[in-house]
Nanobody
Framework: QVQLVESGGGLVQAGGSLRLSCAAS????????MGWFRQAPGKQRELVGG???????NYADSVEGRFTISRDNAKNTMYLQMNTLKPEDTAVYYC???????????????????WGQGTQVTVSS
């Protein structure tokens, strides 16, 4: 069982930055594939991006070049650095983990069995 806790959400003006963190339990965090998803009111949960156990990353087109995913295996933590934020980035952000085949790139929510509780990000115009 993997437990995930997000932090770092809040209110920011358009053009600003935020960094989200996702702390994970487990002694084999370095082998997990990790992902960030978001869900805006009235919309489906969508991929923000992910990072494999080997450090390979993938991003949604809507955040490519603005958001960066990284991980610190010594701290069992994944990060989402969000720059040049836009009002349309407003959503609840969730982190997710997959503890098997962590080397594999994942793009869909169903590929991640473990989820955090989410953290709200609000971008004002």
């Amino acid at each position: 069982q993997v437990q995930l806790v997000e932090s770092g959400g809040g209110l920011v003006q358009a053009g600003g930055s935020l960094r989200l963190s996702c702390a994970a339990s487990g002694r084999t965090f370095s082998s997990y594939a990790m992902g960030w998803f978001r869900q805006a009111p009235g919309k489906q949960r969508e991929l923000v991006g992910g990072i494999t156990s080997g450090g390979n990353t993938n991003y949604a087109d809507s955040v490519e070049g603005r958001f960066t995913i990284s991980r610190d295996n010594a701290k069992n933590t994944m990060y989402l650095q969000m720059n040049t934020l836009k009002p349309e980035d407003t959503a609840v952000y969730y982190c997710a983990a997959a503890d098997r085949t962590g080397w594999r790139i994942r793009s869909s929510a169903h590929e991640y069995p473990y989820w955090g509780q989410g953290t709200q990000v609000t971008v004002s115009s």
